[in-house]
């Protein structure tokens, strides 16, 4: 099974153009070699120690797998920091925003194999170890650097089949020390855009928040306390490449250009599209309610009738006084004493 599992994250220190630069740092094992995973967090140990050597401070992975969980990151595998898939398309420069950080470095374990032929008449067994490493920038997902590397070690076979990971791991130290020393040489020229420069904003809105538009002509609240009713009423997830920005209607960043773009609240059909996003757009989703949906309330009508309920039932909470005129729903009865809803 293919599994990233996040390292560390690093920060460039001592540079005149590049101060406070970081980096993310990821590994995928995509061996299925058994007992390779159990391998990671030593290679992490030594990686970091190496990247410290070249002159970069490592901050410890508990710090990004916090930054994960407060991300609210969408999807199993990413909330445990196992992030498989989430680097496709522009979703790299959403996870460095998330994370903070000027560039993600990604390693890969791609192949870790061994064969057995007869040297100089005994027995040997050669292991092979393929890495595959890439340094992408935050703003627009650019690689900067990339980096294929091999590396091999004969054993006697009859003392091989003892410890065919052991030799495995020596490969690492071997490039662990490799890649040390190339990212010693090229990262002085990496150097960071201003990503606060590059983002700029857009808005969602649904036609849930339509419905809570109407509703609040009847309300007399601050506007600080009318936007939380209507994200916790309203109840629709934004979601940008994969990673969780809020709630609808809202106003949010993200870096120029094409992006993957998803809604979804409990009963509606989920809505998905990609979109390019420029300073100022805005994106007003129509939602329709799901095959669940419309077997709880069969029509829109009637799970607007809920919304009002729930509306009203919020704002009872806040101590907010509600006035709802509700003389043109066909599913809806409010009167003092009770709430009726039919279908």
């Known amino acids: 099974m293919k599994k990233w599992i996040t390292l560390l994250a690093v920060s460039a220190m001592g540079l005149a153009y590049a101060q406070d630069a970081s980096v993310a740092v990821f590994v995928k094992n995509q061996t299925k070699v058994q007992g390779m995973d159990d391998l990671v967090d030593g290679l992490r140990d030594r990686l970091s120690a190496e990247l410290a050597n070249v002159g970069l401070t490592v901050?410890?992975?508990?710090?990004?797998?916090?930054?994960?969980?407060?991300?609210?990151?969408?999807?199993?595998?990413?909330?445990?920091?196992?992030?498989?898939?989430?680097?496709?398309?522009?979703?790299?420069?959403?996870?460095?925003?998330?994370?903070?950080?000027?560039?993600?470095?990604?390693?890969?374990?791609?192949s870790a194999t061994s064969s057995d032929r007869t040297l100089g008449g005994k027995p040997t067994t050669t292991f092979t170890l393929r890495m595959t490493t890439k340094v992408v920038e935050s703003v627009k997902g650019k690689s900067i650097f990339g980096d294929?590397?091999?590396?091999?070690?004969?054993?006697?076979?009859?003392?091989?089949?003892?410890?065919?990971?052991?030799?495995?791991?020596?490969?690492?130290?071997?490039?662990?020390?490799?890649?040390?020393?190339?990212?010693?040489?090229?990262?002085?020229?990496?150097?960071?855009?201003?990503?606060?420069?590059?983002f700029v904003s857009f808005s969602v809105s649904t036609t849930i928040?339509?419905?809570?538009?109407?509703?609040?002509?009847?309300i007399r609240a601050p506007n600080e306390l009318l936007d939380e009713m209507r994200r916790v009423v309203g109840g629709v997830t934004v979601e940008?490449?994969?990673?969780?920005?809020?709630?609808?209607?809202?106003?949010?960043?993200?870096s120029p250009g094409i992006h993957q773009l998803k809604l979804s609240r409990q009963w509606m059909k989920p809505w998905q599209q990609t979109v390019q996003i420029q300073e100022?757009?805005?994106?007003?989703?129509?939602?329709?309610?799901?095959?669940?949906?419309?077997?709880?309330?069969?029509?829109?009508?009637?799970?607007?009738?809920?919304?009002?309920?729930?509306?009203?039932?919020?704002?009872?909470?806040?101590?907010?006084?509600?006035?709802?005129?509700?003389?043109?729903?066909?599913?809806?009865?409010?009167?003092?004493?009770?709430?009726?809803?039919?279908?």
């Open 59 to 110: 901050i410890d992975k508990t710090d990004v797998a916090d930054s994960f969980e407060r991300a609210k990151i969408t999807t199993a595998e990413e909330r445990a920091g196992l992030v498989d898939g989430v680097f496709k398309g522009g979703s790299v420069t959403r996870m460095a925003e998330v994370l903070d950080c000027d560039y993600i470095f990604l390693a890969s374990i791609v």
């Open 280 to 343: 100022g757009s805005a994106f007003n989703v129509a939602l329709e309610l799901s095959t669940e949906g419309l077997a709880k309330y069969a029509t829109m009508e009637a799970f607007r009738s809920i919304i009002a309920v729930n509306y009203a039932e919020a704002a009872m909470r806040k101590e907010i006084k509600v006035n709802f005129d509700t003389s043109a729903w066909q599913d809806v009865n409010v009167t003092q004493e009770n709430i009726h809803i039919g279908k």
């Open 240 to 254: 940008l490449d994969g990673l969780a920005l809020g709630s609808s209607p809202g106003t949010f960043k993200a």
């Open 209 to 218: 928040d339509e419905l809570i538009n109407g509703l609040e002509e009847g």
């Open 148 to 198: 294929n590397w091999t590396g091999n070690v004969p054993a006697p076979t009859a003392q091989a089949k003892g410890d065919p990971l052991g030799y495995h791991n020596n490969l690492f130290d071997r490039w662990v020390e490799a890649i040390g020393k190339k990212v010693g040489e090229k990262y002085e020229d990496w150097k960071p855009v201003d990503r606060a420069k590059s």
